[in-house]
């Protein structure tokens, strides 16, 4: 959409959006449209110049201004929002039937009623839906212990796999949410073990039980953003810096990195923070050919190194080529 | 960005708005200001523009005429009930849905599709709180073929693209009439009736090389009956391994494997033998070799072949 269309698509949902709501700040408005507030002021200043045919007195738009409030008095006839583009409708009645499909939401009665709404209000635009599916995966096992440990407010005892060392581990937790992303299940959780906000996948939950324990997270644990990226490592862990060949590339989009940058046959250099260079050494052996160690030294030499251990189990055929 | 031009299209849609009787061109020219100072082929060229510019943002632009005499010039208006966006009200728990469900997306053309209609429903009056949910689904469309396949499935309109098969090195050309597209699992799928192949296939977005290309014109990817896209796509998911590897992994390591596997036995001295399907010796080797001694591929030869080769790589860098 050119730059002129997302102003005019924003104008045009502006006016009915201030008619619904007179006497609101500026800087809310601002806000809740994602631009600055000089730039909406500008835009307030455009719309009030904009009017019917003839642009006589009460033609125009127009507006009262009271402190830093702003309330609509005429709208030239604006007074309902567009409807939905096809887009629109589809990416959100789309996302409604995956919610209503999602095994463990609570509140499928209301998911379902607003999906009749929305679809009702999108008319035609939602037809394509049926060509989208989106299937959330459902977690039957441990969901519904997690579930009662939120609604009871008690502790959890989890026995927990933990990749980067390829062991599984036991500790309590304060459950605070539950979490979604890329088809997966997670729990956010406050770990009593290690004294901070943890995500725990539920398809790595060995075992899990209920306790007595009243779930108490301290002030300190609070629920992370989630619109960027799942996993924000500490600043002091090990910095590390691979070059991936194309084929390896996806790294850089499943896992957060400091820098990337792109080389001249198609690769990607780019630098994360680890908090354990034993997962560091997975991921490496994994990637193979795909990947060059850059730093530090001690990873690329610990690959070799267990490279060549595993490889002396294959006997003979692991010194032919 | 034109302030001049901004101002120019919102008097238009103000003005097609306002008239129940169709306006000419010439009547617009009058009533719009912006029109007034051009040639007349200047004036004509931009007012085509700003035609497609409104019909883009979904902006229904009716053409017709005042009367059945057939001298009356065609004109132009919008109906006010195709424009407008229907009354809808909801409750706060329906509200609170709706906003979970604009949060759902975290690819950004689909999260900006949600974002712009959460605020046509907010500027109707409906206020959707962002209150955290218990349950949190997101969705990511982070395959670069994405956005053309939910065009063309949108617009029913056939495609063609290089895609390169599980195992197989080449890509080879496919022309597909898309009858929709289905996340599972964490990635997405096109399923569709494959022209060259007569016959209805599924497609690994992720597998796809290079750009999607239009094959056709919208709407005329023909109608398929009932197939169900998710069914296909998890038969398809579950068909994927094609051989069963034995591996031999040390006790308590390899927990990933272990989920996968089908079979497990303990082999004596701290060892355990599963049994692992796989379809590309290559992928077993990438789910193998991060655990490095912890684990030993015993048979087939073609999959020990590729964790070897895997290894001598690596212990030669």
Redesign the interface.
Same mark, same amino acid.
């Given at each position: 959409?050119?730059?002129?269309?997302a102003? *005019?698509?924003r104008?045009?949902?502006?006016?009915?959006?201030l008619l619904?709501r007179p006497g609101t700040r500026i800087a809310d408005v601002a806000a809740?449209?994602g631009v600055t507030e000089a730039r909406l002021r %500008?835009e307030l200043d455009?719309?009030w110049?904009?009017?019917?045919?003839g642009?006589g007195p009460g033609d125009l738009i127009d507006f009262s201004f009271e402190g830093d409030t702003v309330t609509v008095i005429e709208t030239?006839?604006?007074e309902?929002?567009?409807?939905? #583009? =096809?887009?629109?409708? &589809?990416?959100?009645v789309v996302?409604?039937r995956?919610?209503a499909e999602?095994p463990?939401? %609570?509140?499928r009665d209301?998911?379902d009623?607003?999906?009749a709404?929305?679809e009702?209000?999108a008319?035609e635009?939602a037809a $394509?839906a049926?060509?989208?599916?989106?299937?959330?995966?459902g977690e039957e096992r441990v969901l519904p212990v997690v579930?009662a440990a939120?609604d009871a407010g008690r502790q959890l005892h989890l026995s927990y796999?933990v $990749?980067a060392r390829?062991? #599984?581990t036991d500790r309590d937790v304060d459950p605070m949410?539950?979490?979604?992303?890329?088809?997966?299940?997670y729990l956010e959780a406050w770990c009593r073990r290690t004294e901070g906000v943890r995500l725990f996948r539920l398809?790595?939950v060995e075992d899990v039980r209920l306790l007595d324990t009243p779930a108490q997270p301290p002030p300190e644990a609070q629920?992370r953003d989630?619109?960027q990226s799942l996993f924000v490592p500490s600043p002091d862990a090990t910095l590390v810096t691979l070059a991936l060949r194309p084929a390896a590339a996806w790294v850089a989009?499943y896992h957060p990195c400091e820098s990337v940058q792109e080389s001249s046959d198609g690769g990607l250099t780019v630098r994360l923070r680890v908090a354990d260079l034993a997962w560091a050494?997975?991921? @490496? !052996?994994?990637?193979?050919?795909h990947v060059?160690?850059l730093g530090p030294p001690e990873l690329?030499s610990e690959?070799?190194a267990? +490279? +060549?251990?595993?490889?002396?189990? /294959?006997g003979p055929?692991?010194r032919s080529? | 960005?034109? +302030?001049k031009?901004?101002?120019r299209? *919102?008097?238009l =849609?103000?003005?097609l708005?306002?008239t129940r009787r169709f306006l000419t061109v010439q009547q617009i020219r009058s009533?719009?200001?912006g029109y007034d100072q051009d040639t007349e082929d200047a004036f004509r060229r931009m007012f085509e523009r700003d035609k497609d510019?409104l019909r883009? &943002?979904?902006?229904?632009l009716e053409t017709g005429t005042n009367s059945a005499a057939h001298d009356d010039e065609p004109g132009y208006r919008i109906a006010r009930r195709?424009?407008?966006?229907?009354?809808?009200? *909801?409750?706060a728990?329906?509200?609170?849905?709706?906003g !979970?469900?604009?949060? !759902?997306?975290?690819s950004a053309?689909?999260a900006g599709? #949600?974002g712009?209609?959460?605020?046509?429903?907010?500027?109707?009056?409906v206020d959707a709180p962002v209150a955290?949910?218990?349950?949190?689904?997101?969705?990511?469309a982070?395959e670069p073929a994405f956005p053309a396949c939910?065009d063309a @499935?949108?617009d029913?309109r056939p495609v063609r693209f290089e895609y390169r098969p599980a195992g197989r090195p080449a890509p080879e050309v496919r022309t597909v009439e $898309?009858?929709?597209?289905?996340?599972?699992?964490?990635?997405w799928y096109l399923v569709g009736f494959d022209t060259d192949r007569q016959a209805q296939r599924v497609f690994r977005l992720s597998r796809v090389v290079g750009d999607v290309q239009p094959a056709g014109e919208p709407g005329s990817v023909r109608p398929h009956g009932e197939v169900d896209?998710?069914a296909a796509? +998890?038969r398809m998911a579950a068909d994927e391994p094609r051989a069963v590897a034995r591996v031999r992994l040390r006790t308590?390591?390899?927990?990933?494997l272990r989920?996968q596997a089908t079979s497990t036995r303990p082999d004596g001295d701290g060892w355990d033998v599963v049994e692992i399907g796989f379809s590309d010796p290559d992928r077993l080797?990438?789910?193998v070799?991060? /655990?490095?001694?912890?684990?030993?591929v015993l048979s087939p030869p073609e999959a020990?072949?590729a964790? @070897?080769r895997?290894?001598?790589?690596?212990?030669a #860098?």
């Open positions: 959409m050119s730059g002129t269309s102003q *005019l698509s104008l045009l949902t502006l006016l009915p959006w619904a809740e449209f %500008r455009l719309l110049v904009c009017g019917l045919p642009h030239a006839g604006v309902r929002p567009l409807r939905l #583009t =096809v887009d629109e409708a &589809l990416a959100l996302a409604l995956a919610l999602t463990g939401l %609570r509140d209301a998911v009623r607003a999906l709404k929305v009702r209000a008319g635009a $394509p049926g060509r989208v599916e989106v299937a959330l995966e579930q939120l796999y $990749p390829d062991e #599984t949410r539950v979490l979604v992303v890329e088809g997966r299940t398809d790595r629920p989630v619109s989009e050494r997975r991921l @490496v !052996l994994r990637l193979g050919p060059q160690v690329a690959v070799r267990e +490279a +060549a251990l595993a490889l002396s189990a /294959y055929e692991s080529e | 960005m034109s +302030a031009k901004t101002e299209l *919102l008097n =849609v103000i003005c708005l306002a009533a719009v200001p510019e883009e &943002l979904g902006i229904p195709d424009y407008e966006l229907p009354d809808i009200s *909801l409750e728990d329906e509200a609170a849905a709706v !979970l469900a604009a949060r !759902l997306w975290q053309p689909l599709a #949600t712009s209609a959460l605020m046509k429903l907010r500027a109707a009056g955290p949910a218990l349950l949190e689904p997101r969705v990511a982070g939910w @499935v949108r029913g $898309p009858w929709g597209v289905v996340s599972w699992r964490g990635r896209l998710r796509v +998890a308590g390591a390899g927990w990933e989920q080797a990438d789910r070799a991060g /655990y490095g001694s912890d684990v030993v020990r072949a964790v @070897v895997r290894l001598q790589a690596l212990v #860098t």
